[in-house]
């Protein structure tokens, strides 16, 4: 027997089954190994596009990512039970001749025995080959069925991000713009009102997020389907809030600090596990505040709001833009031209 085949297919076939546990059954997001893949095949999508969110190509990435995952699954199961198999030259015979099988005949032996299509042309030799043809074939139906319908949901949570993107900006294509609609000469409860439905949509896109962690490689291609410029831009109509409007003319502190709470929770997500190391390559632009005072909508001194969005937001700002860069988008999107 050669045991090194043994031994490296049966840690490919428990790899292979810990990555489907890990991906499909928790909320942790993906497992080692599809985390690697999605990472390396967006990276390829994405120098491909020329590095540009409006590429169709890239609009393609997930899907790709999808099938690979998926196939990765299937190619891991097959060739890890398949090194076993080869271990053992008697360990599946001809049910006919009972002569001993080669290479080809191993392997497919091993795909129709994870495929459950229980097909007689050959048979495992001893008891505890066809334990391991048992296990197998359960193991087969059991994590490859898993891994089919695990599509299911994380194309749903793909049309919640795209009904995020679509509903901030539906209050307004700039931060400046939804701040226009929001006010009523008075007040923002117009805006006020929306917080508590876009704050949900995002909470439950972050969890989303954690649970199928390769949502975030489905990218669309329209910019006002696009998450991330829809995120940056809310992002920045708080800082808007925060920075520009006396207090006594802003919404109030809890819808405030519901805005601020599952936008850091987003960032943060989106840090620890997509933005890579390193400077953005662009600055984050000073909003111009023209738009608002033309509207009549009351504004801090001058002064003072370049000095708060300089200081006191400016390292939250640089993760915006690499967030906006890292997906191929520039503040264009969220700003018009700046």
């Known amino acids: ?159 919640l991000q795209s009904k995020l993107s679509l509903y901030i900006h539906s209050m307004g294509l700039t931060p400046q713009k939804i701040l226009k609609n929001g006010w009523n000469g008075e007040d923002f409860s117009s805006f006020s009102e929306n917080v508590a439905d876009v704050c949900q949509m995002l909470m439950q896109h972050i969890m989303h997020h954690h649970s199928y962690p390769v949502i975030h490689y489905f990218n669309n291609n329209e910019p006002k389907l696009a998450v991330s410029p829809a995120i940056v831009t809310l992002a920045e109509v708080y800082h808007l809030l925060k920075c520009a409007i006396p207090p006594h003319k802003c919404i109030d502190k809890v819808k405030m600090s519901m805005l601020q709470t599952t936008i850091d929770s987003y960032i943060n997500v989106i840090k620890s596990d997509f933005l890579e190391n390193g400077s953005p390559e662009a600055n984050a632009p000073i909003p111009d505040l023209q738009e608002l005072r033309t509207e009549g909508i009351p504004l801090q001194d001058e002064t003072l709001f370049r000095k708060v969005i300089l200081e006191e937001v400016h390292d939250r700002r640089k993760l915006l833009t690499r967030m906006l860069e890292t997906d191929g988008w520039s503040w264009k999107q969220v700003y018009g031209e700046v």
């Not at 891991?76 to 001993?100: C, E, F, H, K, Q």
């Not at 505890?128 to 197998?136: E, F, I, K, M, P």
């Open 1 to 159: 027997m050669k045991y090194i085949y043994l031994v490296t297919g049966i840690l490919l076939f428990l790899v292979v089954i810990v990555d489907i546990i890990k991906t499909t059954f928790t909320s942790k997001g993906g497992g080692p190994v599809t985390t690697m893949l999605s990472h390396s095949i967006w990276r390829v999508f994405f120098i491909l596009s020329g590095k540009k969110g409006n590429s169709i190509l890239l609009s393609y990435a997930g899907t790709a990512i999808l099938i690979a995952v998926l196939l990765s699954w299937v190619a891991g199961m097959w060739i890890g039970l398949l090194l076993m198999l080869l271990s053992d030259p008697d360990s599946v015979v001809n049910s006919t001749t009972r002569a001993s099988t080669d290479f080809l005949e191993k392997l497919y032996y091993a795909g129709f025995t994870l495929s459950t299509l229980g097909v007689g042309d050959y048979n495992a030799s001893t008891n505890l080959w066809r334990v391991v043809t048992s296990v197998a074939a359960f193991s087969g139906l059991a994590f490859i069925t898993a891994s089919i319908t695990y599509f299911v949901p994380v194309l749903q949570a793909v049309g």
